[in-house]
């Protein structure tokens, strides 16, 4: 049985930082692509980080670059995001996602065969 599980979201002064958690079991590790994902209300859920499979290679989305930094330690099944200088516009639900892309910056290019549950970021002003 796969299972993601987040952990680590919470509330946050602006630029503060937080780190979350995703612990994965039942799949193999370095087979899959894995994704942050985060989806405010009322809009979309939108990929945020990514590290791709074949190791070496990360993604950012423009709004985040250079604040918010994704890991995975192979050896714990685990990815990370690091999320500093925290900003209101960062409150989001954000969901930890394993699956396939050729385009890991385009969310529709997403194939995601597991999501965590998702973890609440707030951000206060």
């Known amino acids: 049985q796969v299972q993601l599980a987040e952990s680590g979201g919470g509330l946050v002064q602006a630029g503060g930082s937080l780190r979350i958690s995703c612990a994965v079991s039942g799949l193999t590790f370095s087979n899959v692509d894995m994704g942050w994902f985060r989806q405010a209300p009322g809009k979309e859920r939108d990929i945020v980080a990514a590290?791709?499979?074949?190791?070496?290679?990360?993604y950012y989305a423009d709004s985040v670059k250079g604040r918010f930094t994704i890991a995975a330690d192979n050896t714990k099944n685990t990815v990370f995001l690091q999320m500093n200088s925290l900003r209101p516009e960062d409150t989001a639900v954000y969901y930890c996602a394993a699956g396939r892309t050729d385009v890991y910056g385009m969310t529709s290019r997403w194939q995601v065969g597991y999501w965590g549950q998702g973890t609440q970021v707030t951000v206060s002003a």
């Open positions: 590290t791709s499979r074949l190791g070496g290679l990360t």
